[in-house]
């Protein structure tokens, strides 16, 4: 959850400590510090943005340093918590969580450290400058400090009088840039973008030494180990603002560019392929018996939505699990269940746990459904399919969970042509509707003006009540999550037949309604839902097909997406909820990229 970077370097690296701060804000903006030798260790910390270190570090210059931007867990934002965390000359930044922290730290105690923070960080601080005692270098005492440590962790190191920093990683992500003039490392390859391409992704375990003209990783046996070098292909504007206002506004409008890369492999197919799921997904696929989806936050709407698309086409059961429950429940393993795990990040730490976990149990058959080629996740399963929806900065998300959506209905029909349910003219239809997806979702775009004419109603209201029905349900679901997350506008869904068992009690003028209504075969149904609302002085605002028949009427607002899109209707659905989040909360003044206790990448438990 947390941001790091770390430099060492033949020239200035305090400006790129900073920037590359900046462009891990979306992992935690609570507070933000930075340690650097110049010669001695000097440290800034600061409570909110790295703006606010910025201003700090006006004047200083360095060639050796470490930064952190915090998403608190342990402890409060404020200056005493925020990270660099010291002991004697040595500093300490770290992203993850310490779960034996109050064990080791009532032994360092009694060995007579002092601690000055509430954080877990500061207990790894004074274990190393503990083990160096031992008389051993700064790399060797990481790796035995870091043996001790149960939890997550990616941490970076310096220490007055060595020429070197040293980092470590286990179970969140941490990778090296190799540069021209010194050695990186940073949380993720946007922040390592202003000074190289060439990249090392670490593994779990594993300790680097970065020195200015080379570096050497161990592994977690102690012995050196050789790490893949790749090139990023990731453009430096894909990670500016450029033209827009937010980047959720920006990332909204990149999804028929996102949809389009992510279908690029279909681009000239004539048939779905079991292939697209990696060299060994035709013998995996054969014989699945049912399907487990394990997924949190949106990751887990766009699963739910991918329920109906897998049971309707593949004729297969299909369970979607939020994956911080599902580890800790007693559940039935099935080995020829086909266990789909969705993360935009790859690195989302119960997600992560849950798939362990059922590997464990001897569900082998694993699929990764990510943005990230090097993630963690995509390490872990046995088949991938990377969504290619680019990096995504804002905290909300909506590209990532579009690009989810199509690639979990090409799963649905690829397991519906395996198991005989897919006619030569399905597949054809499917794989038409697919190409056309990112000129309607363009289309749906268009109505961005009308929509937030519409947010203006929402800015002084409290509570917002979501309607959806079928695979329309998880988008009412996602649309809920989005308004709640950047407006702070309390928002629920419902299934729009549950309304008359409990919700209409909550509906009034003052609560507006906001209802999915796609011309399907439950469209009769959602009409006599949405008049129960208006019955009772409900205030309605529908999103509805071109050719649905839903009239406007007093107290009852329509928007007409352009098109009808059948089993593929949830796409085009999502974008305006999306849409009308992103301008309630604009009308509201809310951070909109960075809402309050929230961050991206959720690398803790």
């Not at 030798?37 to 270190?53: D, F, T």
């Not at 500093?91 to 009694?110: Q, R």
């Not at 939890?151 to 840039?177: D, M, N, S, T």
């Not at 995509?378 to 998300?397: K, Y």
């Amino acid at each position: 959850m947390c941001g790091i970077v770390a430099a060492v370097a033949r020239l200035d690296i305090v400006p790129w400590l900073l920037e590359g701060l900046r462009r891990l804000e979306y992992r935690g903006y609570d507070s933000a510090g930075l340690a650097v030798l110049n010669p001695g260790l000097v440290r800034l910390r600061s409570v909110g943005r790295v703006a606010e270190l910025a201003t700090q570090a006006e004047g200083l210059a360095a060639e050796i340093g470490i930064a952190h931007t915090r998403w608190a867990t342990h402890g409060v934002p404020n200056e005493k918590n925020a990270h660099p965390h010291v002991s004697g000359g040595l500093a300490v930044v770290h992203n993850g969580i310490i779960e034996n922290y109050a064990e080791l730290k009532a032994e360092l105690i009694a060995k007579g450290y002092v601690f000055t923070s509430e954080t877990d960080t500061e207990v790894i601080a004074h274990l190393i400058e503990d083990t160096l005692k031992l008389s051993v270098r700064l790399g060797e005492a990481v790796q035995r400090a870091t043996r001790r440590l149960v939890g997550a962790f990616a941490i970076a190191v310096l220490r007055e009088g060595e020429e070197a920093i040293v980092v470590a990683r286990h179970g969140a992500p941490l990778l090296l840039g190799i540069g021209p003039d010194g050695h990186y490392a940073a949380s993720d390859a946007a922040a390592l973008l202003p000074v190289t391409r060439r990249m090392v992704y670490l593994e779990d375990g594993d300790v680097a030494e970065l020195r200015r003209d080379g570096y050497a990783i161990v592994g977690a046996d102690g012995t050196a180990v050789m790490r893949a070098v790749h090139e990023s292909t990731l453009s430096a504007e894909a990670v500016e603002l450029g033209e827009y206002r937010h980047y959720m506004q920006k990332e909204i409008f990149e999804q028929p560019q996102a949809l389009a890369a992510t279908l690029e492999m279909i681009g000239g197919a004539q048939a779905l392929s079991a292939n697209l799921f990696g060299a060994n997904a035709p013998e995996a696929f054969a014989g699945v018996n049912s399907v487990l989806i394990i997924a949190c936050g949106t990751s887990f709407h766009a699963g739910l939505v991918a329920r109906y698309w897998i049971e309707q086409l593949a004729g297969l059961p299909c369970t979607v699990e939020v994956a911080s429950e599902y580890r800790y429940r007693a559940s039935v393993p099935h080995p020829d269940q086909l266990v789909v795990a969705i993360s935009q990040s790859g690195e989302t730490a119960d997600t992560l746990a849950s798939v362990r976990h059922a590997k464990s149990l001897g569900m082998a058959r694993t699929l990764a459904i990510c943005n990230v080629p090097e993630s963690a996740l995509v390490r872990e399963c046995a088949l991938r399919f990377l969504t290619r929806a680019g990096p995504e900065i804002g905290v909300a998300s909506t590209k990532a969970f579009t690009t989810q959506l199509v690639t979990l209905f090409l799963l649905a029909a690829t397991l519906a042509k395996q198991n005989g349910r897919l006619t030569e003219a399905q597949e054809a239809n499917h794989l038409v509707s697919l190409r056309h997806l990112p000129v309607a979702v363009q289309k749906v775009l268009a109505l961005e003006p009308a929509i937030a004419a519409w947010a203006e109603r929402f800015a002084d209201k409290r509570h917002a009540l979501f309607l959806g029905r079928g695979h329309h349900y998880p988008i009412a679901l996602e649309g809920a999550l989005k308004l709640k997350e950047i407006s702070y506008i309390h928002a629920e869904a419902y299934p729009a037949g549950e309304l008359k068992h409990g919700p209409l009690a909550l509906v009034d003028k003052d609560m507006p309604v906001v209802s999915v209504a796609p011309n399907d075969a439950l469209l009769e149904k959602l009409k006599s839902n949405l008049k129960e609302v208006a019955a009772r002085g409900g205030e309605l605002y529908v999103f509805a097909d071109a050719d649905s028949e839903v009239e406007e009427e007093a107290g009852v607002h329509i928007l007409r997406l352009p098109e009808h899109y059948g089993l593929l209707s949830p796409v085009l659905h999502v974008v305006p909820l999306q849409l009308l989040a992103y301008h309630a909360a604009l009308v509201k003044g809310t951070d909109v990229d960075k809402p309050r206790n929230l961050a991206k990448s959720v690398t803790v438990e």
